[in-house]
Structures are given as C-alpha cells and as structure tokens.
C-alpha cells in the first residue's frame, strides 16, 4: 500500500463515459491492503465495469461483511454509499437495502470466509431469494485480516504458510450458487482482467442473483507452494469454458464468429452476453449439467472459469413479492397510511 | 355449604386437552358476556405444542372493568383427566366444578368443599352424533349450552356469534345451534341453578376487543412500514402473519394491484434483523417481531444499528426464558437484554405497552421514534399482551400528523453547500443528519462502518474520534428522554408514603389490586413506566416516597436494576416483587404482597387520613 494521497485534479483528455464521467471518478480511497493483493486487481475491474456499463457512480449501493474482501468498496465508487456490516451477513442487509429501493444497483463484495464460513447460510439464502445484485466473492482461501488461517473454500491437502495441510473438504461456492438458484454465475480469477470485467458487465445488468467467485491469491498469506490459491497454481490450473463479450442494449454488434462458436444470450434489460466457446460442449444454460462439469474438472484439480450459468429469464425478489415499481423508501404518508376512517372500520370490526 | 354468589364478577376457567377445538368453544362463552355489555378479559394458558397436551382458558368476568387476572377459580369447566387434580384443587371454596358425568367420578378425587355439577356430555354426543370428530368438537358446543343456561348468558347471543362465524355454511350453523340447545335442554331440566350469574349491562362502551399481536401490526401499517423482515417464534409470530393479512387489503397500489410494502420470511432472526438494518440504512420505514431467544441472536446487529446509526424497530413479544425458556408463558425478561443489547457499551429505547391499544399507538410511534434518533427500538410486549384478546380503547389516528422521517440531508440542501457530515452533531441533540444511498451524484455519499469512524464518516481509530462520538450517542440518549412516552401517574385519594411502579401487562391486574388495597385503608401512589430512557419524573416520584414497590414479572428485578443503574435512584428505597411463573401477574398476588410488606414496614392504618 502507499500512503501518498491521490491527487484530485484529472487530466483534461481523460476520457468520458456517456454519463459524462471519467474512469477515475468510480475510483474511491487509496487502498490499504498488502501490495499485490488480487482484490486490488477485482476493485480496478469493478470501477472498469462500471464506467463501461456508463452508471451514475452514486446509483450503487456498495455492501460488504468483513475481512479483507469487505474493506474494499472503500477503495473503489468514492461517491456511492457503501455499507461494511458485520462478518458473515452481507446478504441481509443488502437484501433489505434491495427491498427499501429496488432502483439502486447493488453491489455486495465478500470474501470466502465472510460468505463459505461464518456466512454460508445467508449466502445461499440471498441466492435462494433472487435479490437482484451483484455478488462478487473474493475467494483466496485464507483469513488474511487475522494471518492466514483456512477459510471453508480451502483444499483439502492445501498447506498454509506455516506448513499445516488443511482437512476440511473445500466449499465450492459457484456450485453452491448452482444449487442454490443464483440466475448467473460466473468464476474468474483476479489475474485475468479480460475475462472478470465483461462478467462484471454482464452481472450487473443481470435482473436477478448474480454471483462471481473470483480467485483472488492472498499475497502474504497464501501464495506459497502447496496452496492452491496462489497466482502459480491458479494459471496452471484455470480452465476458461468460455469468453464472454458484454453487449449493451444500445451497442452494434459487429463482430463475426462462425456457427456454433458462440451463444448469445439476450438478458432482461436487452443487453446481449455473447459466449464465445472454449470448451466446445458446455452450455451455460443447463443448470444441472453445469453442476457436474464444474465437479467433474474439481475432481482433476482444475478450475472451471468463465459464464458457468445464465438464466436469461430469471425474476428477482420484487417481482416474486409483487411490490410495487417505486422505491419504497419514496413512498409517502398519503400512500401507506389507511388514516382514520378506515382505522374507525377496523375498530367496528373488533367489536 | 357455602356457595360462591356473584353477578358479573366471576373467574371460570376452562381446562382442556389441546388440539380439541376448545378454544374457539370457550371463546365463544367470553364474546358472548361481552355481547350482553358486561367486560370480560380471557387468557389462554397453553402448551408448546399442537396436540394432546393440557390447555386452560381462564375467563375474568368483570363488570368493573378489571380486565387483568383476579387469581383464583370460581367455576371451574374439568375436561381434561390428566389435570384434573390440580383444576380440582383450583376451584376457590364454595365454587363450582363442571364436569363431564358419562364416567363416574370416585369421591376421592373430589372435594366437599365445592359444587360438583356432572352432565354427561360424551354420552349425549354420542347419541346424537355418529361421526367421531362431530363427538369431539359438539362435546365442547354441548358446554358451552349449559353453561350459557347455568350463567344466564343470552343463548340468542351466542346464535348470533355463530351467524357470523359460520356466515354461507348454513349446515354447520345448523347443526352448532342444535348442539348448543342439547346442551341447554340437558342443563334446564337437570341441573341445579348456581350462584354465579351475568346480567346484561352497557359497560362495554365503544371498546374493541383485539390482541396486543395485532394490534401492533396494524400499528406498523399505520406508522408506515414498507419493510417487514422476521423469523417465526412463539408469540410474537401473529404480528408479521397480522401484518400480512392487513397489507393485503390496506397496501395494494388500487392501479396496479402491487403492494406497498415488502414481507420477507427470513432463514433465521440474524437475517431478519439484518434486513430490517438494511433497510433503514436505504430510507425504508422496517420493523421485525420477535421474542427472547430471538434478541439474543440479534444482538451482534442491534450493536451495529446503535454504533452506525440505522433506524430499526424491533417488536418483542416477551416469554420465558433463559434459553428456550417457556416459550407459550409470559414473562418481563428481557428488559436488560434489550436496554443493554449487544457488544460493548450500548443503550437502547424501550416502550412499555400495557394493552392492545398501546401495542398499536407505540409500535407506530416506535418507527416515529427510530428514525428521529436513528437507532433500535424495542416495543416490549409481551405474551399477555400479544397473544390474548383483550378489551381496550379503540384504535385513534390524527390524519394531521406527518411522520417524523428525521434529520435526512436532501439533493438540494447538498446543492446549497451544507457541511454534511455523517456524524456531525450540528444541532446539539447528538442527532446527526443523514442521506440516503442514491441522493446526489457528487456530495453526501458516506460509508457506513461500526465504531472506526470520524464525525465525517472517514475511517479512524483514533481515540479522540472514538470518544468524541460516544460522549454525543450519550447526548443523543439524552435527547431521547424528551421524546418517549413520560410515565402515567395514578395518584392515591390520600398522601401517601408509599408507592408503587409497574409496566406493560403488569398494569390492568394492578389497577384492580391498587383499588382493592384501598378498600382495606392502603393508599399508594402508583407510576406506570412507559419508555427508557427515564424521564427524570421518575426518580423524582422515587424520592418523594420513602418506600417504592417495583412490581416486575421476571426473577431479577430488570427493572429495578434499570432504574439503578440509570435513574440515579437510591437503591435502598426501592423494593423489588417479582411473579415468574409464567403465568400473568394477579391482583390478589399484588394485593397480598403489598398487604403483607405494608404491614412489615409497621405502618398500621387507623384512620384513612392518616395512612399508608
């Protein structure tokens, strides 16, 4: 980390997005985490998505538990409201923020012991729910707040830093996601820019549960041999199924594939995920073959990365419950407030 | 041998096997006093469970209005074998025990002291009805004639109850009004007339008859809740089930059919407060209900609200605890639990209703109150309360009144260059503005932590910043006291030195015990605490008496501890009666005690200008 301040004059030929604003306006603090760290990486592919995606920095609301992970929507989106709650439960409270305005984008950043560990049970419950947002987990198997010891995604076999293998079997957290109804699911890792920010993307204008297990290698506490979590091991081992390009609504799509090199799935909000195919059998629409193939590599020791599942039809919570289409939190006293004639009903009826 | 006579003010107690259809049978002898204008208050002493295990339902007849349990059983309707023993031993000299004749009873197991009225109701269901639930559910309709004969109770009441009840299923309201005339045939030409009787009065008034539960949704509809996060747990599981049904009709967009507010069943009470927080943090009116074991979960969160500041209302439908406790018996246990909920040093607003009424006006007043001080509060209910029809005033709302949205920094005040800090406490109050996430593209985006944080919301660990921001929460509870309910002072006809304190369900049994000690020349001056923080009325009550009971219905006196620990009050000058059992408090438990510590204090009243 530094302690050099940033300076706040941008450059005048900075580039603009369409709502005007720079890539360094969805920049926030200056980080404060180990130099190197993959979430570093995952907070720049964050702000690279979102000033793609062309949205209004303070349209985000930025959620996190806590560890490492969930310092970080300090260090990216400056101007939105982010809100670091308490360990493990992220998915509460950015579900109830999602109920409160369903306008806002949210964001909830974890780690893998904030969401394997201490929060596996509202992780898969946020999934189940359909909140509409985007989750991003990133997962270097460590607690690195508290100096390296396992976290649930942590292989079993996988040494720490101190040499001490760990027994426990690992929690695959894009499989739980499969078995537990997330509408888009992806894994990535935070060395590979190309492939985490159009997921990002693609995420964020996913209508529904959307989750991203990034492998994020925890530079000082596990990124040694005989952790398989560290940048060597994750090369060695990632096998991307697909490559994604993100299609906003508005954009032309020109490039040309042959057939059957790619699927394009076109999501709610009319934006197009275009899957160009590396792994020539897998569909990232069947959810239940998805499940075996991302276990059958686990079993070899590879790891799967890409768009593992799309649901292009997926609904979120708002829909299920049936609210209505304002925020809200904007409702008035005039909209929610029966007043006295009909409280007088009601006191007629309990007579 | 003496025989208990009385008109209008009488205790007859049900004991049933549950899962029987009994409760709906019972409540259909109180509903009908009710009808014929003389006050009942019923309560339903039942199991954790949802068949075969004892059940009572203990029914206060009162034309004077006490509306909290007398103690003691006048008549007593024994259709439960395995607790007939103690059902037995309840009934008050003189009194009645009803019960079913189709077996005989051996003499030991009765008493020569009371009335043994037998009517052989399996015999007579079973030679009317040949379907063995019909046996079953008629068997209680059967009573329920011949009580109605035996009491005077208006059987064209109770016809009309059925109407309502059984209201397009003419078969079923058919056949309950022929069982209950088998009954009150077999009654008429068989038994022996009783001294307790009903007379029709109009001492009902415009009340309504509702339990606490309900009524503090239909508060939460009307305080303006969008968010509704809960788990289930006895008793407080009717009020989000309450708060549903109410939405459905009260909260529909009448364009859309879409509505107005959000009702989500949580995994468990960690979720469900977490989502309220979440809420509240995004500007949205949220509330959860829950009860003991469920605050102790939460806790972590309650924590998080206090020190981040969030608005939350958190409705606890208070039973026995520690642990599982007693979860279909009522307590006051939780009174430390929430004032000091959470991890390091926390405070928390508490209100005190005292009946359906309350529940509803400070369940909406709680969300009033949560967003003004951005912190938790706690509607302390309890099962008494929440899960009994009670008689109370009827509902009142002042269609003037705005809510009360608090200190919210809007796009245009930013705009206008104001010095947002989150933590800034610009007015004094220890109450701070905030925004909402969304409000303004450049100016009055925050993040929101725990306790690392400047007045500007910046990450700090420094020691300044933190005690800087404890000492202005302490001012902010200040501010509180200001805002929550003041105490309610029942004053005595005559000075008195002594005096007494209460709170919640506490209040209706010891209205009845503060009169009855009258008629005995015992006169006290009597505070229902309503709210923490106290208001300074309250240690100012306290030293102007030279002794205070504290009547609480837990074991450790919380309250007392409370008002310690908080009120700056001498402990020496309060006395501290607990009732724990789990069931509600008495008036002749309050009455007695007092009697008895009045006595012990050497006070002997002679004259009644000169007493206690």
Not at chain 1, 23 to 49: N, P, V
Not at chain 1, 96 to 117: K, T
Not at chain 2, 439 to 445: A, L
Not at chain 2, 545 to 563: C, I, P, R, W
């Amino acid at each position: 980390m530094t302690y050099l301040a940033k300076p706040r004059l941008h450059h005048p030929t900075l580039a603009k997005n369409r709502v005007g604003y720079t890539r360094r306006d969805y920049e926030g603090k200056i980080s404060t985490l180990c130099a190197g760290c993959g979430h570093d990486s995952i907070s720049a592919a964050i702000i690279q998505a979102c000033w793609e995606l062309d949205i209004e920095p303070h349209r985000v609301a930025k959620l996190s538990g806590i560890g490492c992970s969930s310092k970080t929507p300090d260090y990216f989106l400056g101007n939105s409201h982010g809100f670091n709650t308490v360990h493990g439960r992220m998915p509460s409270v950015l579900t109830g923020a999602n109920l409160a305005n369903r306008e806002l984008i949210y964001l909830g950043v974890s780690g893998d012991g904030d969401s394997a560990s201490i929060g596996l049970g509202q992780f898969a419950h946020v999934l189940r729910r359909g909140v509409n947002m985007t989750y991003i987990v990133e997962n270097n198997g460590v607690y690195g707040l508290t100096k390296g010891q396992f976290s649930a995604t942590a292989d079993k076999g996988s040494k720490s830093k101190r040499g001490l293998a760990n027994n426990d079997t690992p929690i695959d957290l894009a499989s739980l996601a499969l078995v537990m109804g997330a509408t888009y699911i992806g894994r990535s890792f935070s060395g590979d820019k190309a492939q985490l920010v159009p997921l990002i993307r693609g995420a964020i204008a996913h209508q529904g549960a959307a989750v991203i297990d990034v492998v994020s290698p925890c530079i000082a506490f596990n990124n040694h041999s005989g952790s398989t979590k560290s940048y060597d091991y994750v090369r060695e081992h990632n096998e991307a199924v697909n490559r994604l390009d993100f299609f906003p609504q508005r954009e032309e799509i020109t490039t040309e594939y042959g057939e059957g090199e790619v699927i394009d799935v076109r999501q709610h909000d009319g934006s197009i995920l275009r899957l160009r195919k590396l792994h020539a059998e897998y569909d990232p629409s069947d959810r239940v073959r998805a499940m075996a193939y991302v276990q059958e590599h686990a079993a070899r020791g590879e790891v799967v990365t890409g768009l593992l599942y799309v649901d292009n039809e997926a609904c979120d919570l708002h829909q299920q419950i049936n609210t209505v289409e304002h925020a809200l939190n904007t409702l008035s006293a005039a909209e929610l407030c029966p007043g006295s004639a009909v409280l007088e009903k009601i006191n007629a009826s309990l007579r | 041998m003496q025989k208990i006579e009385a008109i209008n003010d009488f205790v007859i107690k049900f004991a049933n096997i549950n899962g029987s259809g009994s409760a709906s049978a019972n409540e259909l002898v109180a509903r009908a006093i009710l009808r014929m204008g003389v006050p009942v208050s019923p309560r339903n002493i039942f199991p954790s469970n949802i068949q075969g295990l004892p059940t009572w339902f203990e029914v206060r007849v009162t034309e004077r209005g006490y509306l909290g349990r007398r103690g003691g059983v006048d008549m007593m309707v024994a259709m439960n074998a395995q607790t007939w023993d103690q059902d037995v031993r309840e009934i008050e000299t003189g009194g009645y025990l009803f019960y079913d004749s189709s077996r005989p009873l051996p003499r030991s197991r009765s008493r020569d002291d009371i009335h043994v009225i037998g009517m052989p109701l399996t015999e007579l269901c079973n030679n009317t009805y040949s379907d063995p639930r019909q046996r079953q559910l008629f068997k209680n309709i059967l009573y329920v004639g011949a009580l109605a004969h035996l009491l005077d109770i208006d059987p064209s009441e109770i016809e009309k109850l059925f109407g309502q009840q059984f209201k397009g299923k003419e078969k079923l309201l058919d056949s309950n009004i022929q069982a209950l005339n088998v009954g009150r045939d077999y009654a008429r030409e068989h038994l022996k007339p009783i001294g307790l009787k009903v007379e029709r009065r109009d001492k009902v008034g415009d009340h309504i008859f509702v339990d606490g539960n309900t009524a503090a949704a239909l508060g939460c509809v009307y305080g303006g809740a969008t968010v509704c996060a809960w788990y289930p747990i006895t008793p407080s599981s009717s009020v989000a089930e309450a708060f549903i049904r109410y939405a459905q009709k009260l909260r529909i967009d009448p364009e859309t059919g879409k509505q107005r507010c959000a009702v989500v069943q949580a995994e468990d009470e960690l979720a469900s407060i977490g989502m309220v927080i979440g809420a509240g943090w995004n500007g949205a009116r949220a509330f959860t209900a829950t009860s003991g074991p469920g605050i102790s979960l939460m806790s972590e969160f309650i924590g998080l609200a206090f020190f981040a500041e969030i608005p939350a209302v958190l409705i606890n439908v208070q039973r026995g605890g520690p642990s599982t406790g007693m979860p279909t018996r009522t307590q006051q246990s939780d009174i430390l639990a929430c004032a000091y909920a959470s991890h390091g040093d926390t405070r928390h607003v508490l209100l005190f209703p005292e009946d359906p009424y309350e529940c509803f006006e400070m369940s909406a007043q709680a969300l009033d109150l949560a967003e003004r001080l951005q912190t938790p509060v706690f509607v302390m209910s309890d099962l008494d309360i929440g899960m009994n029809q009670r008689l109370c005033r009827p509902f009142a709302w002042d269609d003037s009144v705005e809510y009360d949205r608090g200190k919210v920094m809007t796009h245009d005040a930013l705009d206008a260059g104001a010095d947002f800090g989150r933590y800034l406490d610009v007015d004094g109050d220890g109450v701070t503005y905030r925004t909402y996430p969304g409000t303004h593209p450049t100016k009055g985006g925050y993040f929101t932590r725990g306790t690392t944080k400047n007045a500007y919301a910046a990450y700090s660990e420094a020691g300044p910043d933190y005690v800087e921001n404890m000492q202005r929460l302490l001012r902010k509870f200040e501010t509180a006291k200001s805002l929550v309910p003041l105490p309610v002072l029942t004053a005595a006809r005559y000075p008195a030195r002594f005096a007494v304190i209460f709170y919640g369900s506490t209040s209706p049994a010891m209205h009845e015990a503060l009169d009855a000690l009258a008629e005995h020349g015992i006169y006290l001056n009597a505070l229902r605490v309503r709210a923490f923080p106290f208001q300074n009325e309250i240690a100012d009550f306290i030293a102007s008496h030279s002794k205070v009971f504290v009547f609480e219905q837990n074991m450790d006196g919380q309250l007392t501890t409370l008002l310690i620990n908080e009120a700056g009050v001498e402990p020496h000058s309060l006395v501290t009666v607990v009732h724990y059992d789990g069931t509600p408090i008495t008036a002749r438990f309050i009455t007695q005690e007092i009697a008895d510590r009045v006595a012990h204090l050497n006070v002997h009243p002679i004259k009644e200008d000169r007493v206690a």
